[in-house]
């Protein structure tokens, strides 16, 4: 069965602490997304990428970056957490369809 | 530019009623569609999908849904409510099947089932 596995389920992190989000898929997809999830607001694209090495702003980038080395991971990094970034994070890999992780809720205090 | 828009942000329904979660969706181009689930801590389940040929589409669970274009609906039914399928439920819309294109998402739809 295809996997996307999302390293941490809940993390916890103090203001202005630089943030890494780890997702690897098994499926040998070439693209990746990270999306924000927040009650009331549903799924918005924070940033995808179509290759290794590759990636594109989606529609709320800022505040975040991307880091896509090896063509299985793909890193979210949050470079100075604030507490308007508390929320849930979902990454997806998709060939033909989306797969989706189990996402990473994380809280900055 | 695409957009989808979730009608109700929580729908609530007794066991054994129908459920209806309603969907519109903005597209200049034809659209493929999709509804997702979400149970409680964990990720988004394709339920079933649209990109061409027949309008009722069947998916997981004894969900569907129809396409229709002259209203830009896409509204997700089940005849009889389980208690497990209270969950929140999220339409998308995407300009390609699966290849290509982004997934645009609704706000979601919380679904809850009464006893």
């Known amino acids: 069965d295809v996997k996307v596995t999302q390293s941490s389920r809940y993390l916890v992190k103090r203001t202005g602490e630089k943030v890494f989000l780890e997702c690897v898929q098994d499926?040998?997809?070439?693209?990746m997304f990270w999306y924000r999830q927040d009650p009331g607001l549903g799924l918005r694209l924070i940033y995808f990428?179509?290759?290794?090495?590759?990636?594109e702003k989606g529609d709320i980038p800022e505040g975040y970056s991307v880091s896509r080395e090896k063509k299985e991971r793909f890193s979210l990094i949050l470079e100075s957490a604030s507490t308007n970034q508390t929320s849930m994070y979902l990454c997806a890999s998709r060939q033909y369809g989306y797969t989706f992780g189990s996402g990473t809720r994380l809280t900055v205090v | 530019a695409q957009s989808v828009t979730q009608l109700g942000s929580h729908v609530s329904v007794s066991e054994g009623a129908l459920v209806l979660l309603r969907c519109n969706y903005s597209?200049?181009?034809?659209?493929?569609l999709f509804w997702y689930v979400q149970y409680p801590n964990q990720g988004l389940q394709l339920l079933l999908k649209y990109t061409t040929g027949a309008t009722l589409v069947k998916g997981i669970n004894g969900f569907e849904a129809e396409f229709k274009k002259s209203e830009t609906s896409f509204h997700l039914t089940k005849p009889s409510a389980h208690m497990s399928d209270a969950a929140e439920y999220f339409c998308?819309?995407?300009?390609?099947?699966?290849?290509?294109?982004?997934?645009?998402f609704g706000k979601g739809t919380k679904l809850s089932v009464k006893p």
């Open positions: 990428s179509y290759d290794v090495k590759m990636k």
């Open positions: 597209s200049s181009v034809p659209p493929y």
């Open positions: 998308a819309v995407s300009t390609y099947g699966g290849s290509q294109g982004n997934l645009i």
């Open positions: 499926m040998d997809h070439e693209n």
